[in-house]
């Protein structure tokens, strides 16, 4: 057994899932007001439209594909006639179309942060490596899609859904080439970093808004009337 392989795709990713799963219990019961997005809206709204926009469809688009297209094995799909090759194909054009739009948005994002002195001023080591480390995992995806050609769907495809059922195995990584390594790692690595950022925000998607009752605005003239 490669040991190094055996590291990187077995112990890394339950380390990184771990600090995962602790780090946010840890962050969430410690320090429960830190738990935001640290919104810089107020700080500079006009250059933070289109980048925040553009990064948000873009990525959790790409998020939503890569777990309908990895986890569900393709033995399932073959029943709804979508064999591996049209399967690839979906992926491809799909993942990067939505690709393309997360990179925009974050070019759009970083390049904010570095121009904007207000939110320059304000922004932490952990928001450079946040926006940098999506940056790069965006930017291995794309080049994937666009140079890999690699058939995944008999080796990195059932690595991760191994990883997911703890059942891991990690020889199945052992042909991928370099490029999807560097994409799956740098994944888990802000996977695992994610506890100690903003990123934290994701867990708290404000589900209540789509049910709550409109708040009533009225105007001022009408409420002297009432009194
Ligand atoms: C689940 C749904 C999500 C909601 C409702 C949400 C909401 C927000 C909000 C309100 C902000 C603050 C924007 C501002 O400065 O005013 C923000 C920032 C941010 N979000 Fe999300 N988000 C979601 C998912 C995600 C995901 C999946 C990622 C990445 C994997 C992500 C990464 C970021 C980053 C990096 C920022 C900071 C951008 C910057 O200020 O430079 N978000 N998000």
């Known amino acids: 057994m490669d040991l190094s392989n055996l590291f990187a795709f077995v112990i890394f990713p339950y380390i990184t899932l771990v600090t995962f799963v602790v780090g946010h219990s840890y962050r969430y019961f410690t320090d429960e007001l830190s738990w935001n997005s640290r919104s810089s809206?107020?700080?500079?709204?006009?250059?933070?439209?289109?980048?925040?926009?553009?990064?948000?469809?873009?990525?959790?688009?790409?998020?939503?594909?890569?777990?309908?297209?990895?986890?569900?094995?393709?033995?399932?799909?073959?029943?709804?006639?979508?064999?591996?090759?049209?399967?690839?194909?979906?992926?491809?054009?799909?993942?990067?179309?939505?690709?393309?739009?997360?990179?925009?948005?974050?070019?759009?994002?970083?390049?904010?942060?570095?121009?904007?002195?207000?939110?320059?001023?304000?922004?932490?080591?952990?928001d450079w490596i946040t926006l940098i480390g999506l940056a790069f995992v965006i930017t291995t995806g794309l080049y994937n899609v666009i140079f890999g050609h690699y058939y995944i769907l008999d080796t990195v495809a059932p690595w991760i859904r191994g990883i997911v059922t703890l059942t891991p195995d990690p020889t199945l990584m052992i042909p991928v080439p370099f490029s999807y390594k560097l994409h799956?790692?740098?994944?888990?690595?802000?996977?695992?970093?994610?506890?100690?950022?903003?990123?934290?925000?994701?867990?708290?998607?404000?589900?209540?808004?789509?049910?709550?009752?409109?708040?009533?605005?009225?105007?001022?003239?009408?409420?002297?009337?009432?009194i």
């Open 41 to 126: 809206q107020l700080l500079e709204p006009k250059s933070l439209k289109i980048g925040i926009t553009l990064f948000h469809w873009g990525i959790l688009a790409t998020l939503g594909g890569h777990a309908v297209g990895l986890l569900i094995p393709q033995r399932i799909w073959d029943l709804f006639g979508i064999d591996g090759e049209a399967h690839t194909q979906i992926a491809v054009w799909s993942g990067l179309l939505v690709g393309i739009v997360a990179f925009i948005g974050i070019l759009m994002l970083i390049h904010r942060r570095y121009t904007q002195p207000r939110i320059r001023i304000t922004t932490t080591v952990g």
């Open 184 to 226: 799956v790692l740098s994944a888990f690595f802000l996977l695992g970093f994610s506890p100690f950022t903003r990123l934290v925000h994701i867990w708290s998607v404000p589900l209540g808004y789509i049910n709550r009752s409109y708040l009533l605005f009225r105007r001022r003239p009408a409420i002297e009337e009432q």
